[in-house]
Structures are given as C-alpha cells and as structure tokens.
C-alpha cells in the first residue's frame, strides 16, 4: 500500500524548536518530490515547502523561510521538517504528501499522511 | 507568486442539484498546473483533479474540471450528501506553490 506517516508533532513553547518525520512506504520514494503543507485550526490549507528527489532543491512559502529547513533520506524513505524559532502562528496540523510525477508530467499532491499536529505556546 | 482566488466562499445547494466552484488566478497557471482537493472534517486533502480537467483515480465522473490560463472551474453534477464538504484549488506549476482558500459546500 502506498503510503506516508507523519511524527512528531506535539506543544512546543514560542522561539523552540522542533522537527516533524514523514516515513514514506509502497512507492519508490527516492522519485518523487515530496511537499509539506500545513492547516491551521479552522482555516485552509498552505503548501510549507518542498524538496526534489535528490534533495538538491528546497523551496519555501515566504512566511518560513530562514526559519524552516525541509530534508530527506532516501536511504531510510524519510521526510522531515526542522522548524526553528516557531512561532504562536505556526501553530496547525502538518501534511505530507507526495507529488505526483509520471515522467516529465507533474499531477498535483496524490498521496496524503494524516498529519501530526504542532501547537506552539507557552 | 501567484494568488488562487475561490469563489464562492460558501455555496448553498441541496442534494441532485449542480454545483459549479469557481478558481481565478492572478497570472497564468503554466502548464495548466493546476489542482483540485475535496477535504472532509477530520481528514487530509484527497485529490480529485490535476492538469486542471484530469480526473484523479477513484473519482466519480460525476465530477468534472475544466479551465486554462487563470479561470478554472469544478462542476458537480449531481449532488450527493457526502459532496458537502470543501474543496480547495492549488497550482503546483512553480514553486513556491499556493492553495485558494477554500468553498464550503453546504446543504441548503
């Protein structure tokens, strides 16, 4: 079955850090770009970042950038996301999820896990 | 960056009816990269349309997306109770990429 499982989550205090896991399984994990999208509570959704599959390129939403540092290991089929002086704001449930990609063509985020979810106060 | 407006915020219709949900984007979605999701309370996104009009495996032909350039649309046909739920357009043509924020579908 493919699939990805997200950890890690939990209440972490305004300027800690923390980091979140993905482990991927059922897919070639090391093929695909993998993104992080996060949903605050009782509000939309917002695409966090994303790594190709070599992880020799991380892209970043403005409001993370400098602070949150996507990674990968292809050896162990893992995802993580290293958050740094959280903030109150980044308080949501984390996704992660794979980008879809047959070849050249790209096809949107088609594997979801359940999300872990940070809370960020003191 | 490209901004995904949803319109409606809020659509009020009532089982067997048609539902059209609306996606405008700021500049043109290359590729025609762009994404639909169904959200149910409780749950992660599902994905029901890439390429803006390709249907995602596993969804009912009762949906349908069509669109190019900065309009898109997801239609519903028929509505069934399970369909009152949200749905959200992204485009993922270029990073960094953006999700609209969302039309709640909603029993009238």
């Known amino acids: 079955e493919v699939q990805v499982v997200e950890s890690g989550g939990g209440l972490v205090q305004p300027g800690k850090s923390l980091e979140v896991s993905c482990a991927a399984s059922?897919?070639?994990?090391?093929?695909?770009?993998m993104s992080w999208v996060r949903q605050a509570p009782g509000k939309g959704l917002e695409w966090v970042a994303n790594i190709n599959q070599d992880g020799s390129e991380e892209y970043y939403v403005d409001s993370v950038k400098g602070r949150f540092t996507i990674s990968r290991d292809n050896a162990a089929n893992s995802l993580f996301l290293q958050m740094n002086s959280l903030r109150a704001e980044d308080t949501a449930i984390y996704y992660c999820a794979r980008e879809g990609q047959l070849g050249a063509y790209y096809y949107g985020l088609d594997v979801w896990g359940q999300g872990t979810t940070v809370t960020v106060s003191s | 960056e490209i901004v995904l407006t949803q319109s409606p915020g809020t659509l009020s219709l009532s089982p067997g009816e048609r539902a059209t949900l609306s996606c405008r984007a700021s500049?043109?979605?290359?590729?025609?990269?762009l994404a639909w999701y169904q959200q149910k309370p409780g749950q992660a996104p599902r994905l029901l349309f890439y390429g803006a009009s390709s249907r995602a495996t596993g969804i009912p032909d009762r949906f349908s997306g069509r669109g190019s350039g900065t309009d898109f649309t997801l239609t519903i046909s028929r509505l069934e109770p399970e369909d009152f739920v949200v749905y959200y357009c992204?485009?993922?043509?270029?990073?960094?990429?953006?999700f609209g924020q969302g039309t709640k579908l909603e029993i009238k």
């Open positions: 500049q043109t979605v290359s590729s025609n990269y």
């Open positions: 992204q485009h993922y043509g270029s990073s960094p990429y953006t």
């Open positions: 059922g897919f070639t994990f090391s093929s695909y770009w």
